[in-house]
């Protein structure tokens, strides 16, 4: 049921809880600027409820008005192309982040010197309602917390090798599949999702190696029980964009990933990460 708080000091807002996990805010007041809102009550919710949608609220005009706001956040990470990336469909895609096939679940800054806490996600022009290009979340702690004890001995026992390379790293990173959180030692998954070999319209394979696993049915076990228990209903969270939505997400607990979409569909997000206070120096980082 939505209900009115007022979690923010003088600023009325209504809330509403998202399903399986995450919390909306809703301006009551029509373009309200998010820059009213202090954010140290927002990173609380943040932690909270790993997701926190900010909808209906004035708009950045532009990818500086975004960055701004974000320094609010934390350090943003930086780029070559700067701290705030435009996720669009390119024409030639040279890897899959520009393009409109499925993204396969993921933790942000796995190839990188650094891993953010928040990821600050901005709408600029939404799919249409039946285009699809959800960006799905799944929540770690929570499928720790619910997997049986075969399940989890088995994800515990397994390790990953992660390679990609594009434009921006060329880089290898190592982790257990069951890790803990970095600030509170909660457990939580970092794992790579393995993408189709072909045959599907997916650019820039990475490349995938597991060790733990004593055979290929043992492998072929982990990869299957991890992702139902990752896209299972009661973990996973398929946020369906609208123009204007900011979201706010806790990378340190978070898989994410997102859903095809209609090649040609005016999908337009902006992203930037935020690091954690101090960074977080890449525990897996190889080279």
């Known amino acids: ?142 499928v720790l917390a619910d997997a049986d004890p075969d399940s989890r001995a088995l994800w515990s026992r397994a390790t990953g090798t992660y390679h990609r390379e594009m434009e921006y790293y060329d880089s290898t990173t190592r982790s257990p599949v069951v890790t803990a959180h970095p600030v509170h030692g909660t457990p939580v998954i970092r794992y790579h999702e393995p993408t189709a070999a072909a045959g599907d319209a997916f650019v820039n394979h990475p490349d995938l190696e597991f060790s733990g696993p004593t055979d290929e049915s043992e492998l072929a076990e982990l990869h299957r029980s991890l992702r139902a228990a990752l896209y299972d209903p009661a973990h996973l969270y398929a946020h369906r964009w609208r123009t204007g939505d900011v979201l706010v997400t806790d990378n340190y607990t978070l898989l994410h990933g997102r859903n095809a979409f209609t090649s040609g569909a005016p999908r337009h997000l902006r992203r930037v990460q935020i690091l954690g206070t101090p960074p977080l120096s890449n525990p897996g980082l190889v080279r």
């Open 1 to 142: 049921m939505p209900v009115d708080h007022d979690l923010l000091g003088a600023h009325r807002l209504r809330s509403d809880a998202l399903s399986p996990f995450g919390l909306a805010l809703h301006a009551k007041d029509a373009d309200r600027p998010l820059t009213d809102l202090p954010v140290a009550p927002l990173r609380a919710l943040v932690h909270e409820h790993r997701l926190l949608l900010l909808r209906g609220f004035a708009g950045f005009a532009d990818a500086g008005g975004l960055a701004a706001y974000a320094e609010r956040w934390g350090e943003p990470a930086l780029w070559p192309f700067g701290t705030v990336l435009d996720l669009v469909q390119q024409r030639d895609p040279a890897d899959h982040i520009f393009g409109h096939s499925h993204m396969p679940m993921h933790w942000d800054g796995m190839y990188r010197e650094h891993i953010p806490e928040f990821q600050i996600f901005q709408c600029v022009h939404a799919p249409g309602s039946d285009e699809g290009g959800e960006t799905i979340f799944s929540d770690t702690a929570a």
